[in-house]
């Protein structure tokens, strides 16, 4: 496997060394070539105690146009200690595509009825259009 990741950690795993020992095995047997870590939307600075640790090869965090939040605390960790960055989300859930508009739907059981609650569907399209150049034709 060239990169297994734990999802949504938590820095409070940090110095555990249960998933530290499991991944030195892993690598010494061959099975794993990378470890990463995939950090909460709120939080980008939740991993640096992690990343710091030198057992993880790369982090995954939201990070888009409209969230960039990983830049002031999370990137330049990443920069310091050579460590890949995989952007999440990078069309902020679709939004970034140009295909939504305020009247976009979705199947009763899709899940981005959720996410796209009538506020934040709103405001996410208005952001997106506010980037479209003028002589760009919606999609």
Aim: with cysteine; glycine share 8%; aromatic share 10%.
């Amino acid at each position: 496997m060239d990169l297994l990741q734990f999802h949504v950690w938590e820095d409070a795993w940090a110095q555990d060394e249960r998933w530290q020992r499991a991944m030195d095995d892993l690598r010494r047997e061959g099975l794993v070539e990378g470890v990463g870590i995939s950090v909460n939307r709120w939080e980008p600075e939740n991993g640096i105690e992690t990343l710091r640790t030198g057992f993880v090869d790369a982090v995954q965090v939201i990070y888009n146009i409209f969230d960039q939040a990983p830049e002031d605390d999370l990137f330049p960790v990443c920069q310091e200690l050579k460590i890949g960055v995989i952007a999440r989300v990078p069309f902020d859930e679709g939004t970034l595509t140009g295909t939504l508009t305020k009247e976009t739907r979705w199947p009763a059981e899709d899940w981005r009825n959720g996410y796209f609650n009538p506020a934040n569907l709103s405001a996410s399209v208005d952001r997106a259009e506010a980037l479209r150049p003028p002589s760009f034709p919606r999609g």
